[in-house]
């Protein structure tokens, strides 16, 4: 039995919120979107995110809240055989994510503290292209990073699922919309050509829709949504028996698209207005944006603003990639979430601090060529969530009874309504279609 839950409806959709938000948002998504056309790519990403996203969405959560316990458990709850091992990926895929988003926190947190010293005063781009480099090339400076990200989400753990990881979230995830939205109105309002901007993210060219932008856009939804590895199925384990699942499962849908469009907004205009390269990723976060912030009017301030705004984002992300192994690890161990939390600080200690290092350009856990941190971001979103993914819809769709898909999709109403019936439909048909059209294409195959 899941130890612990939600107090509220508020506090659950903070919770699922904040795993959902996070650097996908931020640095992915608004380049996604502006490189694969702009307002058409976001109605495609709206229309995958409705038809495949929600329904595996909707699985983990009918799978999770009807048993109350982690991953692993709850498969084998429902079925004998081999689908614990679904349950066991997920888990894994949870801890092999988290041991380099903790390195990606560590970075942020760095990047915070030099804006609150105002280091990027000034600085070209050149100049912070140097301070990031030989930041992450500085071994022991990383390690340190990440682990202080990685004590920051312990602790919340280790204050429980309603005082530590709902509290959390109910704080963090307001001041991060707060955060977000004065950075964008300074970008959209006070910046000088910011049109340009709004234009690369918005202007619709439907003539860059392909079937490949809308696998692009799938993977980029599944990713933002936090689905394929437990993360979704672990917290509803804590949802009030009241919450309704469908309607939750919209409404992040919708708030995560809002605050990638969002993000969006408070980047780009600022990219274009200084000339710079959109391209995403690190360089993105953590060179371009310092860069702009150095040269612009209350660029401190707003510097500071924005990595606090990361560092949040990617805060609320690791607690629940952690509390995916925490309650696997106290339940099947049998011991006290604390001792499980403890145990798994110090393995991810000993596994991100090998990410950090991997990345310092020496040839400290590289293998073929690939940093430790490449391999797990790469082995993870290519691999491990899509098929997780998978699993997961084939499972609630066809293995589990209907009875719990129907009993937690109309919170135990006799309802047999068009909605019931077209959800299913989702579940069985078209999201393993899709999913798997993802796989096939994210391996080269299709
Ligand atoms: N959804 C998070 C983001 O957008 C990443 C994440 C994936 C978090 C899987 C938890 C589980 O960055």
Not at 53 to 66: D, K, Q, T, Y
Not at 177 to 205: Q, R, T, Y
Not at 210 to 227: D, R
Not at 379 to 390: K, Q, R, V, Y
Request: proline share 3%.
């Amino acid at each position: 039995m899941a130890q612990g839950r939600f107090h509220n409806k508020i506090g659950t959709f903070a919770a699922i919120a904040g795993s959902v938000v996070g650097l996908g948002n931020i640095w992915r998504f608004p380049y996604l979107a502006g490189d694969n056309g702009g307002f058409a790519f976001l109605i495609v990403y709206l229309i995958v995110s409705l038809l495949v996203s929600a329904p595996v969405m909707l699985s983990e959560f009918s799978i999770g809240r009807s048993q109350r316990c982690n991953a692993m458990r709850a498969f084998r709850n429902i079925s004998s055989g081999p689908w614990f091992l679904i349950g066991f990926l997920g888990v894994a895929t949870a801890y092999v994510i988290d041991s380099f988003y903790m390195v990606v926190g560590g970075w942020s947190l760095k990047f915070l503290q030099l804006s609150v010293t105002n280091a990027f005063q000034s600085l070209s781009a050149d100049e912070v292209a140097h301070t990031f480099s030989s930041f992450i090339a500085d071994g022991s400076s990383t390690v340190l990073w990440s682990e202080s990200t990685l004590i920051i989400a312990t602790l919340v753990i280790l204050l429980g699922v309603s005082g530590g990881i709902e509290r959390f979230n109910k704080v963090l995830m307001p001041t991060l919309l707060l955060l977000l939205i004065v950075l964008a109105i300074n970008s959209v309002f006070f910046l000088p050509d910011s049109s340009k901007g709004i234009e690369f993210l918005f202007k619709p060219d439907f003539s860059k829709i392909s079937y490949e932008t809308v696998l692009k856009a799938m993977g980029q939804s599944f990713f933002s949504l936090s689905l394929g590895m437990g993360a979704m199925l672990t917290y509803s384990a804590y949802m009030p028996a009241k919450q309704n699942l469908p309607k939750t499962a919209f409404s992040i849908v919708a708030f995560d698209t809002i605050i990638a469009i969002i993000s969006g907004l408070a980047i780009f205009p600022a990219v274009f207005s200084f000339g710079v390269d959109p391209s995403a990723g690190p360089q993105l976060l953590f060179i371009t944006m310092p860069a702009i912030f150095g040269q612009i009017t209350g660029g401190h301030f707003l510097s500071i603003l924005f990595f606090l705004l990361v560092f949040f984002a990617a805060s609320t992300s690791q607690v629940s990639l952690l509390e995916v192994v925490t309650a696997y690890i106290s339940e099947e161990l049998g011991i006290k979430r604390r001792k499980a939390a403890l145990l798994i600080f110090a393995t991810m200690s000993i596994t991100g601090g090998m990410c950090a290092l991997s990345q310092t350009g020496s040839d400290t856990f590289v293998f073929f060529g690939m940093s430790l941190f490449d391999i797990f971001d790469y082995a993870s979103s290519n691999f491990m969530l899509p098929i997780g993914g998978l699993l997961i819809v084939i499972f609630a769709g066809w293995v589990m009874p209907k009875r719990i898909l129907h009993a937690q999709l109309t919170n135990g109403a006799e309802d047999e309504s068009i909605t019931f019936k077209g959800l299913r439909f989702l579940i069985r048909f078209i999201a393993p279609i899709f999913v798997a059209l993802m796989f096939l294409n994210l391996i080269g195959l299709f």
